[in-house]
């Protein structure tokens, strides 16, 4: 039978939503500053059929809590019970799991998978730990692109760090950086050999410009916001864009549509939705945006309105190349007319433009 940690070539990311991600890390970070100790158990390899796939984290605490999930189920269960292990210990450990029936350590699933569960020892007081957890928490606010670092030796997780394009390669004494950084890309990456180093995307840079406050925009944000995309709402008007309106955006501002391109810095990180009140202001917007690097540019309206925007695009100035970024009617085709579904069809949108950029496919 070929050892367990054959299968990291499988790997595959499925992890917590940001939200749930950045929860994890403040309960260990908490955890540690009270001086309790804690494990973390990681998925750091999976093939086949799996509940979750590399990247899904659970901690567990020295009062038997958790926090996170690894999947739920039998893998759950028993990770549980090794985390408690590792905290007796206070000791490091891996365990691989098979997902199928009449398979050697099968758990009883039917899923048809393998995944290996990382399990490392965080200690209460830890003035190390308890600052790597902040700074991973912290990182859920920076809107800059990030990735965790963990090193395996022996197959077992011994180190863990973090790496940002702005400072480098963080909390990781013996970790390499000239190892990690062919490795940093949309994906969970791997070198070969021993010690091995995982590199898993944690955070990425970038907003979602919502320019406009509207009824769809109003619809549009905190779905987005559930996604893990950081929005900017733009908007002319005051009342249309006060914090109790759009309460899950993470900056507002008021400014005329003219001036948008004086007022905010879009980078090729960063998706431009045009939706305000009236066609003169759209295209005012798309003008503007047509000139950065936009990831995304979609402007809400009609077949019509597009023939129309074209030619006043190519008076403007605008080459016809890049007319194809435009994404307009912005939204996916799924026959929406409310407010709501048209905020769902252009989310869906956003997100297979953001899965595509992952791909190197956008």
Not at 149 to 155: D, I, R
Request: hydrophobic share 50%.
């Amino acid at each position: 039978m070929m050892p367990w940690w054959s299968i990291l070539s499988g790997l595959r990311l499925k992890r917590l939503p940001h939200n749930a991600m950045k929860e994890l890390f403040e309960a260990l970070r908490d955890a540690i500053a009270r001086g309790e100790d804690a494990v973390l158990c990681t998925i750091v390899a999976s093939s086949g059929s799996t509940p979750r796939g590399s990247g899904a984290r659970m901690a567990v605490f020295a009062d038997g809590t958790t926090r996170g999930t690894v999947g739920g189920g039998a893998v759950e269960h028993e990770s549980v019970a090794l985390a408690r292990q590792a905290l007796a210990r206070r000791c490091a450990l891996t365990q691989g799991f098979h997902l199928a029936p009449n398979q050697v350590a099968d758990i009883g699933m039917v899923c048809g998978g393998q995944v290996v569960v990382a399990f490392q020892f965080f200690a209460g007081g830890d003035a190390a730990a308890q600052a790597l957890f902040s700074y991973l928490a912290a990182l859920f606010q920076m809107h800059r692109d990030a990735w965790l670092v963990t090193k395996l030796a022996n197959g077992v997780a011994v180190e863990l760090g973090v790496y940002t394009r702005e400072e480098g390669l963080l909390f990781a004494e013996d970790i390499p950086e000239a190892e990690i950084l062919p490795l940093l890309g949309p994906r969970v990456a791997r070198t070969q050999g021993e010690p091995c180093y995982c590199v898993e995307p944690l955070t990425r840079a970038g907003f979602v410009y919502v320019f406009g406050g509207g009824h769809v925009s109003q619809a549009l944000v905190p779905v987005l916001s559930k996604i893990e995309f950081s929005i900017v709402v733009y908007e002319d008007r005051e009342r249309f864009a006060s914090p109790a309106r759009f309460p899950d955006a993470a900056r507002i501002l008021v400014a005329p549509f003219a001036e948008a391109a004086a007022r905010v810095s879009i980078t090729p990180n960063d998706y431009a939705v045009i939706m305000t009140r009236g066609h003169q202001a759209d295209f005012a917007v798309l003008v503007q945006m047509l000139r950065t690097p936009a990831s995304y540019i979609g402007m809400i309206g009609s077949r019509h309105k597009i023939a129309a925007t074209h030619a006043r695009l190519l008076a403007a100035g605008i080459p016809e190349a890049e007319f194809a970024r435009i994404h307009s009617p912005i939204g996916l085709p799924i026959g929406a007319e409310t407010p709501e579904e048209i905020a769902i069809s252009i989310a869906a949108e956003l997100i297979a433009h953001r899965a595509n950029a992952r791909r190197g496919e956008a």
